[in-house]
């Protein structure tokens, strides 16, 4: 088709939420490595009053029409946070964003990208970065490389022609994100044993697990190490405490004490490991739908879930300890603990790690002296306007 033939016009009722949140299911259903994310996750995710992300953020979605019928879709965002980053570390001033990015073909990509470049640059933003779905912290960035396997919860999966279609649009690599895959089963290579074996010997370190009964204490301690270590990385936005309140309750069925450590050092916390069973496992047959039965399914699932994966979507040390070798020790007897429990608990055989930035030498370092591999790459791409 036609771009001239293309009509690309702002969401404005319910039908138009039900037709931008369906076009996914439809372009992708056919992809076997794809898994339908639940409809209900995906309307609470842009719907602001369930999002705690638009607490500090705008966004316009919009919807690609093409004969009457609804051939793509995106959204244009203003995250005010990352307005007040420093340019050095991504975002800033100027920086507007993209995503939930979606196209029949080629021309339908032209028309949605154009049409939230319009929109940001009407809002006076000078750059634009892509995709983002909808904050950093969510869905970042387009699959490059890893689409001969399913992604794990809460990674995002894309057909390989959109990274073609995008960079045709002038978008250029702002920066390459990262997951690492290793076999769990086999223990870690030597050195990493005997580190995680001295650290044990080590008085002041404690490793513990985290106290589901006092689940929002937990949760702001995490916070509160997570917006310390991550705070000079590349696109760091803070989390604030609504879009905590309501991960937490988007996660919190997905959370077992075994497998979220927080580390402390003479009794102060200072690093933290996150990981979650694959949801996607129980999910991909469901298709995005919990009706009929597919609520039992997952309801019993989570009651005692068996998983092949494991992910660990986030882990931090404090940044006063993060040139040390006690910032790798802590990381490596979280990663050895949860490694144990995941193996005799739950079934596990894998472990994914990530996004990791191409360019952080730390986490890097640890993924490679745990004899992971590169699994998946994601890009982030930038444009001005």
Request: no cysteine; aromatic share 8%.
């Amino acid at each position: 088709m036609a771009t001239a033939d293309i009509t690309v016009r702002p969401v404005s009722n319910k039908a138009d939420t039900k037709a931008f949140i369906e076009l996914a299911y439809r372009l992708n259903g056919s992809d076997p490595n794809w898994v339908a994310p639940l409809r209900e996750e995906v309307a609470a995710t842009i719907n602001p009053k369930k999002n705690g992300w638009f607490s500090h953020a705008e966004a316009q979605l919009f919807l690609a029409e093409h004969g009457g019928k609804v051939v793509g879709r995106i959204s244009a965002h203003i995250d005010r946070l990352a307005l007040e980053m420093p340019p050095e570390q991504g975002f800033g001033p100027g920086t507007g964003f993209w995503g939930l990015f979606e196209a029949e073909d080629e021309a339908v990509a032209v028309a949605v990208i154009a049409r939230a470049e319009q929109w940001l640059r009407d809002k006076g933003l000078t750059r634009a970065i892509g995709p983002v779905s909808l904050s950093i912290w969510e869905e970042p960035g387009l699959l490059v490389k890893g689409h001969d396997h399913p992604p794990t919860v809460l990674m995002g999966h894309h057909p390989a022609r959109y990274q073609a279609w995008i960079e045709a649009q002038g978008y250029s690599e702002a920066k390459k994100l990262l997951t690492y895959e290793l076999d769990i089963t086999n223990g870690f290579p030597p050195i990493v044993q005997r580190i995680v074996a001295n650290g044990e010997k080590n008085p002041r370190i404690r490793i513990r697990k985290v106290n589901k009964s006092k689940f929002a204490e937990e949760a702001a301690i995490i916070l509160a190490i997570l917006n310390d270590a991550w705070s000079d990385n590349w696109g760091f936005v803070p989390l604030t405490q609504p879009e905590i309140d309501d991960v937490g309750k988007k996660l919190k069925p997905l959370v077992f004490e075994d497998l979220i450590r927080i580390a402390e050092l003479d009794g102060e916390p200072v690093a933290f490991m996150v990981t979650l069973p694959d949801l996607n496992e129980p999910l991909k047959p469901l298709k995005g739908s919990l009706l009929p039965f597919g609520w039992a399914k997952l309801l019993l699932w989570l009651r005692k879930p068996k998983a092949k994966t494991m992910r660990v979507p986030l882990m931090g040390v404090v940044k006063r300890l993060q040139a040390s070798r006690m910032a790798s020790q802590l990381a490596f007897m979280m990663i050895e603990y949860i490694r144990r429990s995941a193996i005799a608990d739950y079934g596990a055989m894998r472990g994914e790690i990530g996004w990791i930035l191409e360019d952080n030498q730390g986490m890097v370092a640890i993924a490679d002296a745990i004899e992971s591999r590169v699994n998946r790459e994601y890009l982030i791409y930038q444009k001005a306007l």
